[in-house]
């Protein structure tokens, strides 16, 4: 996570119901869907030939749905806070995910994250759960929707 960031389990979880950050523009170009369509054998021509792409109604090659989601990561490890007290941190998991919109090839992305609940789960275990918000760069809606689980381990 964010180590300029810093703050306790529990400094952080009286931010319930807040935003917590808003992370930078990646740009998500050809190369990058196709890098992923290689990585994950995806390679459904709506993602990877411009050509056929081109006669669809997105006009053009559309980021993969999934593309979207795993940069959620990187986004939320620049914007959330390192946990001081933490033995270390997992990602436990998406609940809810909607992609709400297609993200044309080219197009820049940055992620909103919101502390919705903390829980515990044991004497050391917290589970965070984050509203991810994916929004495109001039976009109307936002592209994905997501519940982001990470489950702290507490030292």
Do not use: C
Request: avoid cysteine; charged fraction near 25%; hydrophobic fraction near 45%.
């Amino acid at each position: 996570m964010n180590e300029i960031n810093r703050t306790s389990y529990a400094e952080l979880a009286l931010r319930v119901g807040d935003e917590i950050g808003v992370s930078s523009w990646i740009a998500v170009d050809q190369g990058r869907i196709d890098r992923f369509a290689e990585v994950t054998g995806d390679d459904g021509f709506i993602h990877v030939d411009p050509a056929a792409a081109a006669a669809t109604p997105f006009g053009t090659t559309i980021a993969h749905g999934l593309l979207t989601l795993s940069l959620t990561g990187a986004m939320g490890k620049e914007v959330l806070p390192t946990i001081s007290d933490r033995a270390f941190l997992l990602n436990y998991g998406y609940d809810k995910v909607r992609l709400l919109s297609p993200l044309p090839s080219g197009s820049r992305v940055r992620g909103r994250y919101r502390l919705n609940e903390v829980a515990e789960r044991s004497a050391k275990e917290r589970l965070m759960r984050y509203a991810v918000t994916v929004e495109a760069e001039g976009g109307v809606r936002p592209v994905l929707v997501a519940d982001w689980l990470l489950l702290v381990v507490l030292k």
